[in-house]
């Protein structure tokens, strides 16, 4: 069974960082993409990053790169999201998701697995 759990999220302050941790269990990282989306209230799901489990290769929306950083320990099974110079409009709750097909699910939002969302909250 595929099982994602989220934590590190928390209340920061504009131009602030945070480190979002996801463990994960009930599958290999080779046949998975992995990643994050985000939903704030009253908004859709946007995804934010994803990361071949295979080879680390790494995808990014427009709003978050330069920012975020996606990351991953195959032997660990975890997964990583760095965001620095954090915004308002980056507050949300943060989900960590999972896909065997693609990384677009993901970016899409909407990934065949995600856990139960951590909360960031930046104050402006």
């Known amino acids: 069974e595929v099982q994602l759990v989220e934590s590190g999220g928390g209340l920061v302050q504009t131009g602030g960082s945070l480190r979002l941790s996801c463990a994960a269990s009930?599958?290999?990282?080779?046949?998975?993409?992995l990643g994050w989306f985000r939903q704030a209230p009253g908004k859709a799901r946007e995804g934010v990053s994803s990361?071949?489990?295979?080879?680390?290769?790494?995808y990014y929306t427009d709003s978050v790169k330069g920012r975020f950083t996606i990351s991953s320990d195959k032997a660990k099974k975890m997964v990583y999201l760095q965001m620095n110079n954090l915004k308002p409009e980056d507050t949300a709750v943060y989900y960590c998701?999972?896909?065997?097909?693609?990384?677009?699910?993901?970016?899409?939002?909407?990934?065949?697995?995600w856990g139960q969302g951590a909360q960031v909250t930046v104050s402006s």
């Open positions: 998701a999972a896909d065997k097909r693609s990384h677009l699910d993901i970016l899409m939002g909407w990934p065949g697995y």
């Open positions: 009930g599958f290999s990282f080779d046949g998975y993409y």
């Open positions: 990361i071949r489990g295979s080879d680390g290769n790494t």
